[in-house]
């Protein structure tokens, strides 16, 4: 797992937490939380560790359904949401190069916001990363849209 994919399976896996437990009326399982993140029980576990030492979720007890989220509520995903779609018609706007810079100037998010979209975007394969550089010691990656939406 690279640093660029960890802000997004934070988010996922608090995101999937917090609408598992809205929907139930408990938290799900770590099997449940790996299987709907596509990663491994172990990998589950180190980050929902994490996560709770961030204190973005809490451990209650112990067995299978001890993670809860915290502060995450419907209106957060739905604006989470609503970014990653605002920031892909940006980006079907724009001609030539797509950055994350061109997509903050284009759709007025912060660049973190931008950043997490765009991952987002690229895990559900609407976009890809097509080139990477290193200008003026910071890192850019160039994106292209994949078909329409």
Avoid: C
């Avoid at 999937?16 to 990998?43: C, D, F, K, M, N």
């Avoid at 209650?60 to 509520?73: E, K």
């Amino acid at each position: 797992m690279t640093r660029q994919q960890t802000p997004a399976l934070s988010e996922r896996l608090i995101a999937y937490i917090a609408r598992y437990e809205r929907e139930q009326g408990s938290p799900p399982t770590l099997r449940e939380i790996a299987e709907a993140a596509g990663v491994s029980h172990t990998t589950v576990l180190l980050w929902l560790k994490r996560l709770v030492k961030a204190g973005r979720l809490t451990q209650n007890g112990q067995g299978g359904r001890i993670y809860s989220a915290l502060g995450v509520t419907p209106s957060d995903m739905d604006a989470e949401s609503s970014a990653a779609m605002q920031v892909l018609r940006a980006a079907q706007r724009l001609p030539g190069e797509i950055t994350s810079e061109a997509l903050v100037e284009a759709t007025g998010l912060p660049l973190a916001r931008v950043r997490d979209s765009l991952e987002t975007l690229r895990e559900l394969g609407f976009i890809e990363t097509v080139n990477h550089r290193f200008i003026e010691g910071k890192h850019q990656f160039i994106y292209a849209v994949k078909g329409e939406v």
